[in-house]
């Protein structure tokens, strides 16, 4: 099965946004993305990691993955936020996917050429 994480990772707007928010470094290595720690081991970005650690960024690639779900029928993905919003591990970054929404509304093109 395709990890979900490995898999919006390469999305080019997604890695450009990131660097732009966190101060995690995420390298690709071997065709997967890993963070890449102070003392330079990596630890790869997976769904199932469970890790507390990197909370922040797997709230925000679970937001990419929402957003490119429904970035055409956002009303379907409010939807299936209201259903979710009790389940703390599907946590999103709602201020996040706000701004990807009204950006894609505004220019599509802003994530094709990022």
Same mark, same amino acid.
């Given at each position: 099965? %395709? $990890?979900?994480?490995?898999?919006?990772?390469?999305? !080019?707007? %997604?890695?450009?946004?990131?660097?732009?928010?966190? $101060?995690?470094?995420?390298?690709? @290595?071997? !065709?997967?993305?890993?963070?890449?720690? /102070?003392?330079? =081991?990596? @630890?790869?970005?997976?769904? $199932?990691?469970? *890790?507390?650690? /990197?909370?922040?960024? *797997?709230?925000?690639?679970? *937001?990419?993955?929402?957003? !490119?779900?429904?970035?055409? %029928?956002?009303?379907?993905?409010?939807?299936?936020? &209201?259903?979710?919003?009790? =389940?703390?591990?599907?946590?999103?970054? #709602? !201020?996040? #996917?706000?701004? #990807?929404? &009204?950006?894609?509304?505004?220019?599509?093109?802003? @994530?094709?050429?990022?």
């Amino acid at each position: 099965m %395709v $990890d979900k994480y490995q898999e919006i990772l390469k999305l !080019e707007y %997604v890695n450009k946004i990131l660097q732009k928010i966190t $101060d995690i470094k995420i390298v690709k @290595f071997e !065709e997967q993305y890993y963070i890449k720690e /102070y003392n330079q =081991n990596l @630890f790869i970005i997976k769904e $199932d990691s469970n *890790t507390k650690r /990197y909370s922040e960024l *797997t709230n925000i690639l679970r *937001t990419f993955i929402h957003f !490119e779900k429904y970035k055409k %029928v956002p009303i379907e993905g409010y939807i299936e936020i &209201s259903k979710n919003k009790f =389940n703390r591990h599907e946590q999103i970054n #709602l !201020e996040l #996917l706000k701004q #990807l929404q &009204s950006q894609y509304s505004i220019d599509k093109s802003y @994530f094709e050429s990022l």
